[in-house]
């Protein structure tokens, strides 16, 4: 009893020193409410210059420990990640042991497959689907391949395939280093909105990945464009990551929803990612723009944005195909102008001559048996960069970025007049 009377007691003087200190039970509780906002602010600044300085030493790094040619990595993982089975993740560990680079998120990485009964080695590009800050592994999601519609008589996606029926835990790649110029711009403070659209998801996702592990205090807007729940991949992982984050948004559209999909978690809108939904959701246009999906996808958004008033600079885009956003002018015509031209092809001891019908320097020195690597054959990874001896080329789509002086893409390149490459 006696105790109980001098708690009470104690609690009397605290309660009249809080007062006399804090004037009333509201500044009190307004003190309170300060301490856990500063308490919350330091944990934000500690994770951030925590993220700042991994920043810092991951660029450091990169230097440290990219490669050339080609690196071994191993499958470490193989993980299904849509319900259909048509998209799997491949996490990719290397096989030597030593640290690998950090990336910029959007980046891709160029693989060299063995495949049976091809007589050449297969060279594709897939982009890293996850964020650099993981720095012990790279993945990749790679979507399965089929034959075009109506074409039975030709064979399936020739890489995408063997990498789901082929490639298994413990297999070895060989991987050349992270490259490409579509990447997030990860020192800008500015609003940004990623557009992934089906398997073009895989750059966007990487970018989105990467700002919720950084705990960036940007507005991001995550809109995902996809058929349906079947085709959807990784829309948990999406949804937890926005429950995380007041300022990161996932939009998911579905072109097709079928009965079993549920709107407001599956999916929140039955129509296709477009500047009108943008308007609908976003308070301005000022944002900066990554996308990367199919191509009619691709053509319309970024058309629209043009309309919208969004200054180029501010859309980034890819595609994992023939390049169709930016088209060259008039490349049937350079194609002609062309018919006639020497290319010697100076390593290989070859000259030929352009002629009707070759689509690309690329494939006119292929069907004459000199082998120019490349990955995307679209203008887009660079892989095909050949130096000019002399002359110069003329581009039939253009390229995603200017290769150097005194060099070309010899996969989306004509003659312009006589040529020497070193090739
Ligand atoms: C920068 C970049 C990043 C990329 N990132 C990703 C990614 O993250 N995930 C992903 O899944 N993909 C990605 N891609 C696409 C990827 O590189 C491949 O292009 C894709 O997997 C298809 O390659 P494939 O070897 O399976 O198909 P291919 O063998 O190249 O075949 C392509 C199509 O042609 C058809 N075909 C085959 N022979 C003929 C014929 N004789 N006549 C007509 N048609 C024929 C095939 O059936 C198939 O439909 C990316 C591409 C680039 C350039
Ligand atoms: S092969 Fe990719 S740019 Fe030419």
Excluded at 20 to 42: I, M, N, T
Excluded at 264 to 276: A, L, N, T
Excluded at 304 to 314: N, R, T, Y
């Amino acid at each position: 009893m006696q105790s109980m009377l001098e708690l009470a007691g104690y609690a009397t003087v605290a309660a009249a020193l809080l007062y006399a200190f804090f004037g009333s039970a509201r500044a009190y509780g307004e003190w309170r409410q300060s301490v856990r906002q500063g308490l919350e602010e330091q944990e934000f600044f500690r994770k951030r210059s925590k993220t700042i300085l991994q920043a810092a030493i991951g660029h450091r790094e990169r230097e440290h420990h990219t490669w050339n040619g080609d690196r071994k990595f191993t499958v470490d993982k193989k993980f299904h990640e849509s319900a259909n089975k048509d998209i799997c993740s491949f996490y990719l560990k290397p096989h030597d042991g030593k640290p690998i680079p950090p990336f910029e998120p959007g980046q891709f990485l160029t693989f060299r497959l063995r495949i049976k009964d091809q007589q050449k080695d297969v060279i594709r590009c897939y982009s890293l689907s996850d964020s650099p800050l993981h720095r012990e592994y790279y993945r990749v999601s790679i979507k399965r391949v089929p034959p075009p519609r109506d074409r039975d008589d030709v064979p399936p996606g020739l890489s995408s395939n063997y990498f789901h029926d082929h490639l298994n835990e413990g297999d070895i790649l060989d991987v050349a280093a992270p490259n490409g110029k579509f990447y997030l711009k990860q020192d800008s403070m500015r609003p940004v909105v990623l557009i992934g659209g089906g398997i073009g998801l895989t750059p966007t996702l990487s970018m989105f990945n990467t700002l919720a592990l950084a705990e960036s205090k940007r507005e991001v807007w995550f809109f995902y464009g996809v058929i349906n729940s079947q085709d959807a991949a990784m829309t948990d992982h999406l949804r937890a990551i926005e429950k995380e984050h007041d300022n990161l948004h996932v939009v998911i559209c579905y072109s097709n929803a079928t009965e079993e999909c549920r709107k407001g978690y599956d999916y929140d809108y039955e129509e296709h990612v477009s500047v009108d939904l943008f308007k609908r959701l976003l308070e301005s246009n000022n944002y900066e723009f990554y996308i990367c999906g199919p191509p009619p996808m691709m053509s319309a958004i970024t058309s629209q944005l043009e309309d919208w008033g969004v200054p180029e600079s501010d859309v980034h885009f890819e595609a994992f195909g023939p390049a169709t956003v930016k088209k060259a002018p008039a490349a049937s015509e350079e194609k002609a102008q062309a018919v006639g031209a020497k290319v010697t092809l100076a390593s290989s001891g070859k000259t030929l001559e352009w002629t009707d019908d070759a689509d690309s320097i690329l494939q006119l020195a292929s069907d004459n048996g000199v082998d120019i690597p490349f990955g995307c054959g679209a203008g887009n990874c660079g892989t095909c960069v050949t130096a000019i001896k002399s002359g110069k080329v003329s581009y039939l789509s253009e390229p995603a970025s200017t290769p150097e002086e005194g060099t070309c893409l010899v996969c989306i390149s004509a003659p312009d007049g006589d040529l020497v490459l070193d090739a």
